[in-house]
T-cell receptor, first 113, second 111 residues
Framework: NAGVTQTPKFRVLKTGQSMTLLCAQDMNHEYMYWYRQDPGMGLRLIHY???????AKGEVPDGYNVSRLKKQNFLLGLESAAPSQTSVYFC????????????FGPGTRLTVT | SQQGEEDPQALSIQEGENATMNCSYK?????LQWYRQNSGRGLVHLIL?????REKHSGRLRVTLDTSKKSSSLLITASRAADTASYFC???????????FGTGTQLKVEL
């Protein structure tokens, strides 16, 4: 039982390049989330999904797209990376009830130069 | 914008002492959770308190919630060096089980 895994762990991009971050969970969780963490800011929700084939915007969605084609996977895409997207990205998942604890992945550290 | 502000931003104590962290939030909530983050790692869920509860215990952790003041506190008793980490409060209630996180308290427990 691996929990929540994220790929890659580290990445450096040049401004304007694109990339996809992959999140996978093996707990049969219905809900999945992408957060970003910046120094002194805590975590902010980018996008989330309440089930396969569904996605919704969070607090800071601009510049990102997501897809949930399979229940266990949640992809975060950056079409044209900007230095402001330098951050640590965390994926999380939970059962489909309010107050269910989030289970977090180990994070992806992204630097955009 | 962040839902919660945590206080203090950083806390340094000796092993065996108690550590208290506070969290304030802005809007009505369904529940409030506390998470721990060790340096460079993902967050780990510690404890949850629902909006109709006032106090919750789990091992060395004690959480209180005052919905009239929109505030919560996390008490770690008899702290250990292994408790060194950042602690975040997170509020839920906006649908989709979304959480809004505070800015965190960095706790350092020295031997």
């Amino acid at each position: 039982n691996a929990g929540v895994t994220q790929t890659p762990k580290f990445r450096v991009l040049k401004t304007g390049q694109s990339m996809t971050l992959l999140c996978a969970q093996d707990m049969n969780h219905e809900y999945m989330y992408w957060y970003r963490q910046d120094p002194g800011m805590g975590l902010r929700l980018i996008h989330y999904s309440v089930g396969e084939g569904t996605t919704a915007k969070g607090e800071v969605p601009d510049g990102y797209n997501v897809s949930r084609l399979k229940k266990q996977n949640f992809l975060l895409g950056l079409e044209s990376a900007a230095p402001s997207q330098t951050s640590v990205y965390f994926c999380a998942s939970s059962y489909s009830r309010e107050s269910a604890p989030h289970r977090f992945g180990p994070g992806t550290r992204l630097t955009v130069t | 914008s962040q839902q919660g502000e945590e206080d203090p931003q950083a806390l340094s104590i000796q092993e065996g002492e108690n550590a208290t962290m506070n969290c304030s939030y802005k809007t009505s909530i369904n529940n409030l959770q506390w998470y721990r983050q060790n340096s460079g790692r993902g967050l780990v869920h510690l404890i949850l308190i629902r909006s109709n509860e006032r106090e919750k215990h789990s091992g060395r952790l004690r959480v209180t919630l005052d919905t009239s003041k929109k505030s919560s506190s996390l008490l770690i008793t008899a702290s250990r060096a292994a408790d060194t980490a950042s602690y975040f409060c997170a509020t839920g209630g906006g649908g989709g089980n979304k959480l809004t996180f505070g800015t965190g308290t960095q706790l350092k427990v020295e031997l």
